[in-house]
């Protein structure tokens, strides 16, 4: 009996099967004819599917594929771009805190720009290695700032990051001991909530420091900096995703939390300009500077991408006519080849120099006019490897922070959707769906993994080089690749500047306008 009631319910599972088959059938079909009609007879924008309908469809579809299986199936590890397999596995197993060594020689390529560090038969030993002290910033506000860690969390705005992201950072920030910057974004209590240091970065809409009428708070400024875990304050000029250009926050993303965070209307598109209002020239950038750090009493500087130089040496200029008080306590360089936020590709690619000349650049002029003991440099681009980061400070950085390393510590896959609010891993979307995959605790450990072993790696250069701690590290420490095959000294191809030389001599723009620039020959 059971055995022909199972028999039964078989054969009307298989007829149901088979129906349910014809149908799916019929309504692809069906689909398939509508489709084809519609790429054939109605739609005249794409020449592909008009002449070729419904099969030109796939070509897109294997174009959008087409990225992913470069990834993980085509490109070699040190292929792809912006950042290859090698940099982001390295990146990976550090936040993991797992061994990072390899095995049977090294895959990267002898090529033009790689920079190899100078070993010594007498590198420092492990008995006389000396962990990186902490260095002062802003010696002349009424509370400088003592940062602990050499390497830092770039700017990356709430709204661009989700909520876990931003908590995540915070927790691992705090762990670690190095600073976050809040980006142009504003504070929220997520960047306090780790309890770690916080630089908040002054954006061109002034953004969580505005009065009703967008402009410059002194009352919320001052709010702010009441805040024992705000440690400094940056204006930011221009960022490497878009030197030149404001953002516009559309409508729809300005939530009663976003706007209460920044201080805009609720659901009425905002736009940043492209530049600091009102400050034209260098004195109107020295008058600013004063203002935040007056009304703070906290480290003040600014960030830019370089591309002229000459007003770098007006403002140098203006600081020696108006006293080294007035100077900027830091100014961080941004590269000009693209970060975090999105932007037109005419900005990114082309616009801006690359850290490699922007960063010696600007510290040769900051030596040239003598003010090495008075500005930091903070360099910013691409420095999530322990070698960029020692070539960095050998190149007289002072500190250096990273915006995308943190981000693969966060679980970041390199999916270049964080400008579409479908980032797979909940590190720039907002649904909710998707941030669910990001664990706060979780990935806040791993944040501070990254940072404890970079650290360690970029000391464990600086020990093989001879040296007791990385900002022991200098030019003559390292070589460059050139086009040719051949290694150069990076103090050829970026002599140091004696200090104050250019108080002295003049400009030096006046006497050798392009001269610093012709690298490799």
Request: a positive charge; aromatic letters at 8%; hydrophobic letters at 40%.
């Amino acid at each position: 009996m059971l055995s022909d009631r199972l028999h039964a319910w078989v054969v009307n599972l298989a007829t149901w099967l088979a129906f349910g088959l014809l149908l799916m059938v019929f309504a692809l079909t069906v689909a398939a004819a509508v489709l084809w009609i519609q790429d054939r007879y109605l739609q005249k924008s794409h020449a592909i599917r008009r002449n070729y309908p419904l099969i030109g469809r796939f070509r897109y579809f294997f174009e959008h594929l087409g990225e992913f299986f470069r990834q993980y199936f085509f490109a070699m590890d040190r292929e792809e771009l912006p950042f290859n397999r090698a940099q982001r596995s390295w990146v990976y197993r550090a936040a993991k805190d797992l061994s990072n060594t390899v095995a049977f020689g090294t895959t990267k390529q002898n090529a033009p720009g790689r920079v190899i560090f100078l070993n010594t038969p007498y590198p420092t030993l492990e008995k006389d290695a000396a962990r990186t002290l902490p260095l002062m910033i802003g010696p002349h506000a009424r509370q400088p700032y003592v940062a602990r860690s050499f390497h830092n969390i770039s700017g990356m705005s709430f709204g661009a990051l989700s909520r876990p992201a931003v908590r995540a950072l915070s927790r691992g920030a705090g762990h670690a001991g190095c600073w976050l910057n809040t980006g142009e974004g504003g504070l929220t209590e997520m960047h306090l909530e780790g309890g770690g240091d916080v630089v908040f970065q002054i954006g061109t809409a002034y953004y969580g420091v505005r009065d009703a009428d967008g402009n410059l708070s002194d009352d919320r400024l001052a709010e702010l900096a009441a805040l024992p875990q705000v440690k400094m304050f940056e204006i930011k000029l221009s960022q490497g995703a878009k030197p030149g250009k404001g953002g516009i926050l559309p409508a729809e993303k300005v939530t009663p939390e976003i706007a209460r965070i920044r201080g805009i209307p609720v659901g009425q598109p905002s736009v940043s300009p492209n530049g600091q209002p009102g400050v034209r020239g260098a004195d109107d950038l020295l008058d600013l500077i004063a203002r935040v750090r007056e009304v703070t009493g906290k480290p003040t500087g600014i960030k830019t991408v370089i591309g002229s130089w000459q007003w770098l040496e007006d403002l140098f200029v203006a600081i020696h006519e108006r006293g080294l008080d007035s100077a900027p306590d830091f100014i961080t360089v941004d590269s000009g080849e693209g970060g975090t936020g999105a932007a037109p590709m005419s900005l990114m690619d082309d616009v801006g120099l690359n850290l490699a000349e922007s960063l010696p650049l600007v510290v040769d002029l900051r030596d040239g006019f003598g003010l090495q003991e008075r500005i930091r440099v903070i360099a910013s681009g691409k420095l999530i490897t322990p070698s960029m980061v020692a070539w960095a400070i050998a190149m007289g950085a002072d500190f250096c922070v990273s915006a995308r390393g943190y981000m693969f510590a966060l679980g970041c896959i390199q999916a270049m959707q964080c400008n579409r609010n479908t980032c797979p891993t909940g590190v720039t979307t907002h649904n909710p769906r998707l941030q669910r995959g990001l664990v706060p605790a979780e990935k806040g450990r791993r944040v501070a993994h990254f940072h404890a072993n970079l650290v360690k790696e970029v000391e464990t250069i600086a020990h093989a080089c001879g040296v007791g701690e990385p900002r022991q590290l200098r030019r003559h420490h390292a070589r460059m690749v050139n086009a040719n095959g051949d290694s150069m000294p990076l103090e050829e191809l970026w002599p140091p500047i004696e200090p104050g030389l250019y108080l002295r001599q003049g400009r030096p723009s006046l006497h050798a306008p392009v001269a610093r620039f012709r690298v490799g020959t």
